[in-house]
């Protein structure tokens, strides 16, 4: 980052807005699939023989099974026999030709979100990143230029790119919306059917829901893809909903959960709670008779009928022992062993006869004794049987899901929340980690294996979680440190890192032809996060901001006096101008009074100095019409905060809320973070050729791969091409730290 996600708190605040479009996204796939399922029922008598696809030039992207599958398989090769003239004149007419000057057959990218430049300079000179130093001995090591901000989802959307987000119009995960000024999702909209049908107490959606990616601009495997160039897009941050090109695409970041949030995890217990008592996600207090717990698992709302409510599915817990229990969901039954997750379990919600809406969800049992405490994640589209589109083409999710089973396809999979609010416990969190990085290398590799020819891209984002979280063990001077650190987490983060090196020496064993290039990239870096800033407090006592004291700690802005309010904070490094004619409530005057407000507040702002050591909070305040350029740079907050190490947006300013104190020490799990100034936080770029290129970005790495396979670099492209020299060849030396073998 990823996901630095504002993570559930902040998303799921502004998800909420986007579920009455959801409900109708389900009423449209269950309607669908009724329809869907009696085509394919006629196909499938017509065409008993066994089919398989075959996605892209030489990709070998096999599938077989599922009805959909066979249908999608069946009608696609038919459809295509039959249009193969038509498409061959077109693309002899339309499509541009293949470069002739390409410097190479495939580009690898490997993506480590947040893999530190410090640290991993620190490793390196340590001896503990084997890989890596062969892979920097072959080609190059460099600090990589995030962003401003250095987070996930205008980071990765700049790496896409090739633009400055004025051009690509992702500023922060969150936006306020300019007629209510309550947060929404910046990079996906939902908007419902504009027409429907009511029959009785049913409601039909006539038409299709409209699911917006905001990102702008293009993608350079877009661009590619008018070449011919085939690609394979596994999990990039901000690619959902999916956009059509030429191969394979899995989305990431933004994805929702089946209930249209971006992660709603769910704690069934026995224990009655306290009224003060919070544990985030959705807390269900369940009755235990004798052994017996029965309980329902929450789905999405009725599509047809919102007088039902949610859909649901019951389930019942048989306790057999302390630390074994039996759980029973639609007719089948998972054993629970404590602190064990179970497999993806498949949950069908039943919407009407014949209808059906599909999710994947874990179980882990974390108590029978005293009380019974059940922890189930986040209910996932379930990737074979999707609800909503997750990947393009709409098959290749589902492959995915033959060749490997069920697979978590929420954005933000890891529950970092479940972990900040004491539901789950650090190795519940490990393991979630370590659990969704091995369903991303299965899909990683067969798509290095697949894709011989063209851009192989993943991204795996579990080192910016694990980092997010177990800071606190690294930095002895962070609040959330406890005074003993238990041992087997003590190196947490240096093991994640080796890990990672480990990764890529498997990848390089992949790579390792002359005419593949490999980059790992991070998008960003780390530091501790010890100290949080309420912005919104500090615009109140400086007379920026009018709070009726009675609703001071209300969310997403709703204790704030429009009429007196010039300035606000949302999100996670922005301070908004109340800007007539812009904001429904503005009150502050746009050209000259809004300037000089501007360098007002960023003047008095980055002079801020903590009470609690005497050190400066602020390293700069950016103004956005000064370092944005392009048709979306007005959608950017006004002044942009850069942090200096250690300090963050405290936890209530990113949602809204404020409080009496500027400053508030951070005692949560979620220790370390990256939303400062870009300067303290680079990336990481590596490449297994020299890269003679001073100072690159994240943002050159679109035009570099361009440049590489000969397609000409846009113009309107921010980013420069890298000067990359050729392949060197591999001493014996050198080839012995390169694993042969694919674990």
């Not at 008018?226 to 933004?254: D, H, W």
């Not at 020490?665 to 680079?682: E, F, L, M, Q, R």
Request: a positive charge; one cysteine or more; aromatic letters at 8%.
């Amino acid at each position: 980052m990823t996901l630095s996600q504002v993570h559930r708190q902040l998303s799921v605040a502004a998800f909420a807005r986007m579920r009455a479009g959801g409900t109708r996204i389900l009423a449209n796939a269950a309607t669908g699939n009724w329809r869907l399922l009696l085509l394919t029922a006629v196909l499938v008598l017509l065409v008993p023989s066994p089919a398989q696809a075959y996605v892209g030039p030489g990709a070998g992207f096999a599938l077989a099974g599922s009805f959909f599958a066979v249908f999608a398989a069946v009608f696609s090769a038919v459809l295509m026999i039959l249009t193969w003239p038509v498409r061959l004149v077109s693309r002899a007419l339309f499509r541009r030709r293949a470069p002739a000057r390409s410097r190479v057959k495939r580009v690898v990218i490997l993506g480590l979100d947040g893999l530190d430049h410090g640290l991993t300079t620190q490793f390196l000179a340590e001896g503990k990143l084997p890989h890596l130093a062969a892979l920097r001995d072959q080609g190059c090591f460099k600090a990589l230029g995030s962003t401003l901000p250095p987070i996930s989802p205008v980071a990765w959307s700049s790496f896409q790119t090739g633009v400055n987000p004025g051009k690509h119009n992702i500023f922060d995960f969150l936006t306020p919306d300019l007629r209510t000024y309550e947060p929404k999702l910046s990079s996906v909209e939902i908007r419902p059917p504009r027409r429907s049908l009511r029959l009785g107490k049913y409601v039909l959606p006539l038409g299709k829901a409209d699911v917006r990616l905001l990102r702008k601009s293009k993608p350079f495997w877009s661009i590619l893809s008018e070449y011919g160039i085939f690609n394979c897009i596994i999990r990039v941050p901000i690619t959902f909903p999916p956009e059509k090109l030429r191969g394979v695409q899995l989305s990431a970041m933004c994805v929702p959960d089946l209930r249209g949030t971006q992660g709603m995890f769910s704690h069934y217990t026995t224990r009655r709670l306290r009224e003060d008592e919070k544990t985030g996600g959705e807390v269900h207090v369940v009755v235990r008779t004798g052994n017996t717990i029965r309980a329902e698992l929450i789905g999405p709302q009725h599509p047809f009928r919102a007088d039902l409510g949610a859909l649901k599915v019951p389930f019942a817990i048989t306790i057999k022992e302390r630390q074994h229990a039996v759980v029973k969901l639609n007719g089948a039954k998972h054993e629970l062993r404590k602190d064990v997750y179970t497999d993806w379990v498949q949950v069908p919600f039943r919407v009407a006869p014949g209808i059906t809406v599909h999710g994947v969800c874990k179980f882990l049992l974390l108590n029978t004794e005293p009380d019974l405490e059940l922890y189930v994640t986040p209910i996932n589209i379930d990737p074979e049987k999707p609800a909503m589109a997750v990947g393009y083409p709409a098959v290749y999710p589902i492959y995915l899901a033959k060749r490997q089973g069920p697979y978590a396809t929420l954005g933000l999979a890891e529950d970092t929340w479940g972990l900040n609010e004491h539901v789950l416990g650090d190795e519940h969190f490990l393991q979630q980690c370590l659990d969704t990085d091995r369903e991303r290398e299965s899909m990683f590799f067969d798509g290095l294996d697949k894709v011989q020819r063209g851009v192989c891209v993943c991204v795996f984002d579990g080192t910016d979680r694990m980092q997010h979280m177990f800071w606190r063990y690294l930095d002895d001077k962070h609040p959330a440190r406890p005074a003993e650190v238990p041992s087997r987490y003590r190196n947490t983060i240096e093991d994640l890192y080796r890990r990672m090196d480990d990764l890529v020496g498997r990848t390089m064993a992949k790579c390792q032809d002359k005419d593949t290039l490999l980059m790992v990239i991070s998008d960003h870096g780390f530091n501790t996060f010890r100290r949080g800033i309420d912005l919104n407090r500090w615009l109140e006592e400086n007379g920026y901001l009018k709070v009726a004291d009675d609703r001071r700690h209300k969310e997403h802005l709703a204790g704030v006096d429009w009429s007196q309010t010039r300035a606000f904070a949302i999100g996670l490094t922005g301070i908004f101008l109340n800007i007539k004619d812009k904001y429904a409530q503005g009150i502050v005057t746009p050209g000259d009074e809004a300037d000089r407000l501007r360098e007002e507040i960023a003047q008095r702002l980055k002079t801020l100095i903590d009470p609690e050591n005497g050190t400066q909070a602020i390293k700069r305040v950016y103004q956005a019409p000064k370092v944005y350029r392009g048709p979306y740079k007005d959608h950017a907050p006004d002044l942009i905060v850069g942090y200096e190490r250690g300090y963050r947006v405290s936890w209530e300013a990113a949602i809204g809320k404020t409080t009496r104190d500027v400053f508030h020490s951070n005692t949560k799990a979620w220790s370390g973070d990256h939303c400062v100034d870009p300067s303290v936080v680079p990336g990481v770029l590596f490449c297994d050729r020299p890269v003679e290129s001073e100072n690159p970005r994240l943002m050159d790495l679109g035009p570099t791969v361009l440049d590489l396979f000969g397609v000409p670099v846009p113009d309107y492209m921010d980013g420069q091409a890298l000067v990359v020299g050729e392949p060197a060849d591999r001493s014996p030396e050198m080839k012995k730290t390169i694993p042969t073998q694919v674990a």
